[in-house]
């Protein structure tokens, strides 16, 4: 087999490899609602939201793909999923002191946040987000009394000019049942954000501005991120996202 | 649909797209061993060639263009982890022939900048220049991974005992 066969075979044998469907550009647009308050930056959005449309659906698998599995659990939890809520609950003092001790990820090639920023709390569980710059790290802990485990991972924000930016995927501690998804993202501007969910379930993310963050049992994945103002306004809505994706 | 309007040339991306979308990934997936992170750059890079098609349509080859973009998001990308698979995404094609999985298994296993070099030289079909200057390096360069190369798949196909079954 000469060169050129050579090279023919190998561009064969590879053409068995296709980008997944859903993928394909869908040229939808960012919807910003103009506001009195915000009447300049809504302009500025206004003249580039074509173009951010595709590059935020893409942007989304992106960051996905920053959240590395780092540990799973030592036991089940559902019923810990079972005490999940929409809305987040109030955040349980012994869970966070847990997750201080537990979450920071240490070891790695890089430094990552360690300055807690959310704790996304929805029953038994919560969802903690570090954040320093434009990189973060997140946690989902579950009862550390009883059942349950957790598992961090770490990411990085890397379109600070888009009015929404975020991060998504499934993750799970172990058979589907005990699957989740999470999402962590940034909306400056947002006083709070709603994340509606393929079965028509409104989530209502916890927000520190500029950053919020959600998490549900589950495998129900993002149909619409809303951006709100202080009045309960849509600032921005998000409306094209690329399937799930299990966080690699 | 707004593009249209703003874009001017949505059709001529959207065939650009179509056609150069999977030589791409194929490419990005060479490099980087990884299906997901492949498939991330790679929407990336078109996300971006899309955002700057005026300069990329007139671009002397625009798969060059994106090619570079991706592989830069690859490489930019902080990672944890670099887990690389160790053997290409099993596919099993209805004609699959002998050489086939050898073939696969022993470019997947190239040293990287080999698989660089094939990448952009035989799954993309680009020019020892274009590829030279994708990479960052000479074309003496290129020639000289390509060559090393061939003489590894050629090396391992020879050992797996192809090369005696097909004469």
Redesign the interface.
């Known amino acids: 087999?000469n060169?050129r066969e050579?090279?023919d075979?190998?561009?064969r044998?590879?053409?068995?490899?296709?980008?997944?469907p859903g993928?394909?550009?869908s040229?939808r647009?960012i919807d910003r609602t103009s506001t009195p308050s915000n009447h300049a930056a809504a302009g500025r959005r206004v003249r580039t939201r074509?173009?951010r449309g595709?590059?935020l659906?893409?942007?989304g698998?992106?960051l996905?793909?920053?959240f590395?599995w780092?540990q799973a659990p030592t036991g089940t939890a559902p019923s810990v999923f079972a005490s999940w809520q929409r809305v987040p609950t109030a955040p349980d003092p012994s869970l966070l002191g847990w997750a201080l001790q537990n979450c920071p990820?240490t070891g790695?090639?890089?430094t990552y946040p360690t300055a807690l920023v959310l704790q996304d709390q929805r029953g038994k569980a919560a969802f903690f987000v570090f954040a320093q710059g434009n990189d973060f790290s997140t946690c989902l802990g579950a009862d550390p009394q009883g059942r349950g485990g957790m598992s961090k991972s770490?990411g990085?924000f890397t379109h600070p000019g888009d009015p929404i930016e975020w991060s998504g995927g499934i993750q799970s501690w172990g058979p589907p049942d005990q699957s989740w998804i999470d999402v962590v993202g940034r909306a400056p501007g947002a006083t709070g954000v709603e994340i509606i969910r393929t079965d028509g379930v409104v989530v209502e993310a916890s927000v520190s501005s500029p950053l919020f963050a959600a998490w549900w049992p589950g495998r129900a994945w993002i149909t619409e991120i809303r951006e709100l103002g202080a009045n309960g306004e849509v600032l921005a809505s998000l409306r094209s996202f690329?399937p799930a994706?299990w966080s690699? | 649909m707004e593009v249209a309007k703003s874009k001017g040339q949505p059709d001529e991306f959207a065939a650009f797209y179509a056609a150069a979308i999977d030589p791409t990934y194929r490419a990005v997936l060479l490099v980087t061993r990884h299906q997901a992170r492949a498939e991330d750059a790679v929407h990336e890079a078109f996300a971006r060639a899309y955002e700057h098609w005026d300069d990329v349509r007139i671009h002397p080859v625009p798969v060059a263009w994106v090619i570079r973009v991706a592989l830069n998001v690859h490489r930019s990308s902080w990672r944890i982890w670099q887990r690389e698979t160790s053997d290409p995404p099993e596919i099993a094609m209805v004609d699959e022939l002998p050489i086939d999985a050898m073939l696969l298994r022993a470019v997947w296993r190239l040293p990287r900048r080999q698989r660089q070099v094939v990448a952009l030289r035989v799954l993309l079909d680009l020019s020892s220049a274009q590829t030279a200057e994708t990479l960052g390096m000479s074309t003496g360069a290129v020639g000289s991974h390509l060559h090393r190369a061939l003489a590894a798949l050629r090396a391992s196909l020879v050992a797996t005992g192809y090369q005696e079954t097909q004469t």
């Open positions: 087999m060169d050579l090279m075979e190998t561009r044998v590879f053409e068995r490899y296709h980008v997944r993928f394909e550009p040229f647009e074509a173009a595709l590059a659906v893409v942007l698998s992106l996905a793909s920053a590395i780092l990820i790695a090639q890089r770490g990085s690329p994706q690699p």
